[in-house]
Each structure stands twice: as C-alpha cells, then as structure tokens.
C-alpha cells in the first residue's frame, strides 16, 4: 500500500531528494556488485553535479569497473574500500537491497539519510527517499531527470558518462524499454558535444584479440537443436589456454545464439577445471530460469545461468535433456 503511495508520489520524491541534496554537504555514492554502464555511468555523473556544487563525496563499488568502462571520467574516484567517517547522505544506485552493493551496512549506518535510484521493478523501497522508476530504460534516464528538475546545465562529460548508462542498458537503444524519452534524452545529451561516435567505439567497436578469438571458436561450434529452435554453444579448457583467454573474454558470446533466425533459446556451455559454467537466452515467454534453477542457478526469465558439476558431456547431456523437454 505504503509502496504504491510512493510510486505515485514520484515528483515529490525528486523534489525531496532535490532539497536533500541542497541541505546536505557530505554524500556516498555505491552501486551494484559487477558493475554496469549504467550504475558507473549514473555514479560519475552524480559525483560530477555534487562536486560542481560544492559537495564532498566518496565513490564506492567493492567490485572492479570493468575493463571496457574504464575510459568513463574520473573513473579513477571510484574506491573498492570503504571509506570511514559520518555522511549526510547515501545514494545507492540500481540496488534493489542495500545488500546488492555488497558490504555496505557499516557505512550506511553512518550516513543521516539513504536514498534509493532504481528502474528495477523487484526494488524495495528501504530509501528515506526511493525513486523508482520501473519504466525508464536506465537509471541514467532517471538521474537525468533530476538534473533536469534541479536546472543543472550537464558538462560533456557528465553527458557521456549518462549517454554511456543509456546505451549500454537499453542494448544501443534495442531493449522493449527503449521509449521516446530515452531518445530524447539520449538527444539532449548529444546537444552537449561529447564525443558520441567516439564512446560508441570504444563500447561497441574494441575488443581484446583474446575476446575475439574465443568468439571465433565459439560461433564454430554453434550446432541448432531441436528442429532449429535451439542454438547450442561450447567451450573448452583448451580453447581459452590456446589463446590465452580468461572467462571474462566471452561475455556476451552467448548472444550471437539468439542470431540464427527462428531460434527460440540459447545455450553456451564453457568447461571449468571440475564443472561446466552454463548460459542462457530466451525470448518471449520461454522461461529458461527454471532451466538454470534446475541445476542450482538462477537469473530472469530470458537470461540465466547455472553451473553443473563434473564433465562436460555429462552436463551437456543433462541440461540438454530439460531444455528439449522445455521446447517441446
Ligand atoms: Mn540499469
């Protein structure tokens, strides 16, 4: 009841976290464990306007930003250890718990308030002021918003830093969340002159040798199942000792599944020392969670993950077998 009340009372949200951040002089910023464009993106840009208003602020993520984000201003301010001292305020991005920041209890109970910025649907409303905004396609959509209200005249590199979170979590304007907003905001950011063809370069363009490689491998080993319905995937041990490639060299591989035309799911499967590391995409209202909670894993309804004890032609073979039955 108490959560829907707030939902509505979203503009009130914004104008309370507007006084906030006027009345207050000392603020932490954390975002989700493995960090995303939008959470450091939404971060940096934050910690920018609050800067440029005179505010101290401590950026926190206890995981590393990734490589492929590193580019992003002022990334460097970003602290995997937490900082001491008292805070007037907290803002945690895209943390539906505070618990999805990681250890941040220690330092939230010596900030005077918390606030809470979100488009997850599943967020909880533990802020002393909660904007959540299920409909926007980013967090950034929403940050811009209140820079928006604030009057703030966004610098270029605040621009790419929002145009980063934007893009990157709608999929480059791809994802059913895309609305016109976002691209007018997306627009508004262009306006600004930051280097728009040059960030989507470095996001979209760059790509280790070792990432391509095991892409390569990957894409050679597709086989479709199941009346073609199904895209399989594999990786072994020794693709990734061959080019000396890590686990995080084939993010994203699993996507190229989804390609083929009338494929309906997806599964990669990448051999570990002692168990099988599995990935999958759906589309629609193919449920390929269950499959992954099956196994002990879990995720969303359209992208999931487990990992299966033992050899890969055994984990092939069983998680096989429930897929089949799910698109039979
Ligand atoms: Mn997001």
Do not use: W
């Not at 539906?96 to 967020?123: M, Q, Y």
């Amino acid at each position: 009841m108490t959560k829907t009340m707030r939902t509505l009372d979203l503009e009130t949200e914004f104008k309370r976290l507007e006084d906030l951040i006027v009345g207050s002089d000392t603020f932490f910023l954390a975002g989700h464990l493995n960090p995303d464009g939008d959470t450091i993106g939404s971060m940096l840009s934050i910690a920018s306007v609050l800067k440029r208003l005179g505010k101290k602020v401590r950026l926190f993520s206890q995981d590393p930003v990734p490589e492929n984000l590193r580019f992003l201003p002022h990334v460097k301010s970003i602290r995997s250890t937490l900082p001491k001292g008292r805070f007037d305020a907290a803002i945690l991005l895209e943390c539906s718990t505070p618990a999805r920041g990681g250890a941040l209890e220690p330092v939230l109970k010596r900030c005077g308030k918390v606030v809470n910025i979100d488009h997850h649907k599943t967020s909880e409303f533990y802020g002393d002021i909660n904007i959540v905004e299920p409909h926007s396609s980013s967090t950034a959509e929403i940050v811009y918003r209140l820079f928006y209200n604030m009057n703030v005249n966004i610098s270029r590199r605040e621009a790419t830093s929002l145009y980063t979170g934007i893009v990157t979590d709608t999929g480059r304007f791809h994802f059913p969340a895309t609305s016109p907003r976002t691209l007018e905001v997306a627009s508004r950011l262009l306006e600004t002159g930051f280097k728009f063809s040059r960030i989507n370069d470095l996001l979209y363009a760059t790509k280790a040798c070792e990432a391509l490689k095991i892409l390569g491998r990957a894409l050679e080993s597709l086989e479709l199942k199941c009346g073609g319905k199904l895209a399989v995937m594999t990786l072994k041990v020794s693709d990734f000792k061959e080019f000396e490639a890590r686990s995080e060299h084939c993010e994203n591989v699993i996507n190229y599944g989804m390609m083929p035309p009338g494929v309906k799911a997806a599964v990669m499967f990448r051999e570990e020392a002692e168990r099988v590391n599995v990935t999958f995409r759906s589309r629609g209202h193919l449920d390929v969670s269950m499959v992954a909670k099956a196994f002990g894993g879990g995720g969303h309804r359209n992208a999931s993950g487990c990992r299966v004890k033992g050899g890969l032609p055994a984990a092939r073979e069983k998680v096989l077998g429930v897929l089949t039955r799910l698109l039979a």
